[in-house]
């Protein structure tokens, strides 16, 4: 199951995260990642969009990555649940190298430390996931880890 995963997390650009705010008001957005060893989900935001508000109220949150161009019943979809934060200062440069291989990989410019750190008006995010599923044949969701 790891294979497929890895599989379905390198063919896909976005993922949807699901957030809470401290009332528990849910909240899902797409962002743009990169991931390292099917556990660490990274992506730029701003702090002051909705879902990285949640993250500073409530660090859980879920992912899901589908492939929305397969056909109805092919489907397959990593799913995740983990802490949110925004990369401590002391993990910027491992986060950012995880993100900018990303970047490089789909042919987008890298991102410079200054671009996320200080004045700017981004952060670097990382989702650590605890579990994770994969979709399987059967629309079964089977544990990886």
């Known amino acids: 199951m790891a294979a497929a995963a890895r599989r379905i997390l390198e063919a896909n650009a976005y993922l949807t995260l699901?957030?809470?705010?401290?009332a528990g008001r849910p909240w899902a957005t797409p962002v743009w990642f990169a991931v390292r060893d099917l556990r660490e989900f990274v992506w730029v935001s701003r702090p002051s969009r909705r879902h990285s508000e949640n993250i500073a109220a409530r660090a859980e949150v879920a992912l899901a990555v589908y492939d929305t161009t397969t056909p109805v019943g092919d489907a397959t979809a990593v799913y995740a649940e983990g802490l949110a934060e925004p990369v401590p200062e002391d993990a910027i440069d491992d986060a950012l190298a995880v993100y900018?291989?990303?970047c490089e990989a789909s042919g987008l410019r890298p991102w410079a430390e200054g671009s996320?750190?200080?004045a700017a008006p981004h952060r670097l995010y990382r989702a650590v996931a605890s579990h994770l599923w994969v979709l399987d044949e059967r629309e079964d969701r089977v544990e990886v880890y």
């Open 18 to 22: 699901a957030t809470a705010d401290a």
């Open 100 to 102: 900018n291989a990303g």
């Open 116 to 118: 996320v750190t200080g």
